[in-house]
């Protein structure tokens, strides 16, 4: 496991951004995506050693492949998994400028 990963329970997410899964995945997506991940590391495919953190693109061995299944598939690993879940991708800049700010909702109640 990534010591990063271990020791920061914001990140513990992880094993759904290996997997490229949200945590509405089932057991059997978690399976699906386990094996069609490692066939195409075996493979050597273009991007299936990359995956995607809301901090970034890192690298994925067959290791961490099989270690993000195990939690998921573990019923309490996966529920602090699901907990802490980040989407790997920011937020659009569309969204962000969207989002109403500490200094709007003041001024929509009232409060000084």
């Known amino acids: 496991m990534i010591p ?3 020791n920061n329970p914001a990140a513990s997410g992880w094993p759904f951004w290996v997997l490229q899964l949200t945590p509405a995945a089932s ?4 399976n699906r995506a386990a094996r069609d991940l490692a066939g195409k590391l075996t493979l050597q495919l273009d991007g299936a ?7 970034g693109v890192m690298q994925r ?17 996966r529920l602090l998994a699901e907990f802490w879940y980040l989407p790997p991708v920011p937020a659009c800049e569309e969204q962000s400028e969207k ?3 500490a200094e709007q909702w003041r001024e929509h109640f009232g409060v000084a």
Do not use: C, K
């Open 4 to 6: 990063a990963f271990f």
């Open 27 to 30: 057991l059997n997506d978690v």
């Open 49 to 55: 050693g990359e995956y995607s953190t809301p901090v």
């Open 61 to 77: 061995d067959e290791f961490l492949i099989r270690e993000a299944q195990a939690v998921l598939i573990d019923p309490e690993r």
């Open 99 to 101: 989002a109403v700010t």
